[in-house]
T-cell receptor, first 116, second 108 residues
Framework: GAVVSQHPSRVICKSGTSVKIECRSL??????MFWYRQFPKQSLMLMAT?????????EQGVEKDKFLINHASLTLSTLTVTSAHPEDSSFYIC????????????FGPGTRLTVT | QKEVEQNSGPLSVPEGAIASLNCTYS??????FFWYRQYSGKSPELIMS????GDKEDGRFTAQLNKASQYVSLLIRDSQPSDSATYLC????????FGAGTRLTVKP
């Protein structure tokens, strides 16, 4: 099956700093990538949809100036959490959709962010 | 009404039994339906996709779709302890919407 990687898998940062998370589709090209956040014992929450070469579309309530998304190529999207605060601590997961038109989304392994 | 609804569980079945997971959705325009499995602390893993009415079987898993009733289900035959996880139903119209998940426990 299709493989999506994320880096880093875990990160601890201090309040006020920024953190960048990378999401890569390893064996397919992804026209669309998605960023989710999941708090403990809760469901996935879609944060934004990222299309290659265009601006990301953010879900209602997600601050686009705080969560910067760049989709520079068909295999790479990045999420930068700017001026992180403890309430941003969460499990961030990306997923990617194959450009061949298959509607399936493949998830990365996730990044656990802890802001101290 | 939530876009995708699932019983949160927990659903507990004995090893070897059939586990039945259910999901309803609100948008009649939905065309693509998926079941993901998520182990604690891990990201979701796609286990089944279904696009047309009826049943789709893959090993011990069977997905069932009834668009008229806006209902999709997942059956797991011969349940194993390793099947213990949260199962997420996902429905796509323009983008993917997930249910809250059903926590399944298979007891040895």
């Amino acid at each position: 099956g299709a493989v999506v990687s994320q880096h880093p898998s875990r990160v601890i940062c201090k309040s006020g700093t920024s953190v960048k998370i990378e999401c890569r589709s390893l064996d397919f090209q992804a026209t669309t990538m998605f960023w989710y956040r999941q708090f403990p014992k809760q469901s996935l929450m879609l944060m934004a949809t990222s299309n290659e070469g265009s601006k990301a579309t953010y879900e209602q309530g997600v601050e686009k100036d705080k969560f910067l998304i760049n989709h520079a190529s068909l295999t790479l999207s990045t999420l930068t959490v700017t001026s992180a605060h403890p309430e941003d601590s969460s499990f961030y997961i990306c997923s990617a959709r194959d450009r061949t038109g298959n509607h399936e989304q493949y998830f990365g392994p996730g990044t656990r962010l802890t802001v101290t | 009404q939530k876009e995708v609804e699932q019983n949160s569980g927990p659903l507990s079945v004995p090893e070897g039994a059939i586990a039945s997971l259910n999901c309803t959705y609100s948008d009649r325009g939905s065309q693509s339906f998926f079941w993901y499995r998520q182990y604690s602390g891990k990201s979701p893993e796609l286990i089944m996709s279904i696009y047309s009415n009826g049943d789709k079987e893959d090993g011990r898993f069977t997905a069932q779709l009834n668009k008229a009733s806006q209902y999709v289900s997942l059956l797991i035959r011969d349940s194993q302890p390793s099947d213990s996880a949260t199962y997420l139903c996902a429905v796509e119209v323009n983008d993917m919407r997930f249910g809250a998940g059903t926590r399944l426990t298979v007891k040895p």
